[in-house]
């Protein structure tokens, strides 16, 4: 059973660089989309972007071009960094897995996800 | 930026009765809608994608189904661990994006 385990620190000052890392256990990363999902505290949920096990990206395009991610197959680990942080990202930063479509190529629906990892920006 | 707009903002409904949650897209989006349930303090869970394939081990009273810009989440008899927040999502292929609805509250009556 695949399992996924965000980590980061919970606290940053606005300006600064947020860098997260999800580990995937269980299971190869290989073969599969990895994505970013944020939450903001009491509100609805945002898709940050999705990177292949091969190392490409996509990003939502209602973002900035603060964020990037990378992946690194032999650690079985993907990660986000938010360069630079603003008050508005503080939020519950999820991780999840892509789920193959069996109707379209790519994916359609996210699982499993991390338990989520509560990201606070301070000024 | 397709908007996904869900129906009602809260349902309050009592253990055992069908619910019946809407979303509705701002243009077609196909069959490429998920559903998740989310409960507090937790991660969402996948219900349905392809707007209609229940994802593993999801009980067979969660049910999805419509297409293009019109889609239902429906739960033939409700029961006491139900009651959590619903979201639809969708994908689009240019840019490739994935957007979330607004969420349905699913409260005991």
């Known amino acids: 059973q695949v399992q996924l385990q965000e980590s980061g620190p919970g606290l940053v000052r606005s300006s600064e660089t947020l860098s997260l890392t999800c580990t995937v256990s269980?299971?190869?990363?290989?073969?599969?989309?990895w994505s970013w999902i944020r939450q903001p505290p009491g509100k609805g949920l945002e898709w940050i972007g999705n990177?292949?096990?091969?190392?490409?990206?996509n990003y939502n395009p209602s973002l900035r071009s603060r964020f990037t991610m990378s992946i690194d197959t032999s650690k079985n680990q993907f990660s986000l960094k938010v360069n630079p942080v603003i008050a508005a990202d503080t939020a519950v930063y999820f991780c999840?897995?892509?789920?193959?479509?069996?109707?379209?190529?790519?994916?359609?629906?996210?699982?499993?996800w991390g338990q989520g990892t509560l990201v606070t920006v301070s000024s | 930026e397709i908007v996904l707009t869900q129906s009602p903002a809260t349902l309050s409904l009592s253990p055992g009765e069908r619910a019946t949650l809407s979303c509705r897209a701002s243009?077609?989006?196909?069959?490429?809608l998920a559903w998740y349930q989310q409960k507090p303090g937790q991660a969402p869970r996948l219900l349905i994608y392809?707007?209609?394939n229940r994802a593993t081990g999801i009980p067979a009273r969660f049910s999805g189904s419509g297409s293009g810009t019109a889609f239902i989440l429906t739960i033939s008899s409700l029961a006491p661990e139900d009651f959590a927040v619903y979201y639809c999502?969708?994908?689009?292929?240019?840019?490739?994006?994935?957007?979330f609805g607004q969420g349905t509250k699913l409260e005991i009556k």
């Open positions: 392809d707007a209609s």
């Open positions: 999840a897995r892509g789920v193959p479509s069996r109707i379209v190529v790519g994916t359609v629906g996210f699982d499993p």
């Open positions: 269980g299971g190869s990363i290989s073969g599969y989309y």
């Open positions: 999502q969708q994908r689009s292929n240019w840019p490739p994006n994935y957007t």
């Open positions: 243009q077609s989006i196909s069959n490429y």
């Open positions: 990177i292949y096990y091969s190392g490409s990206t």
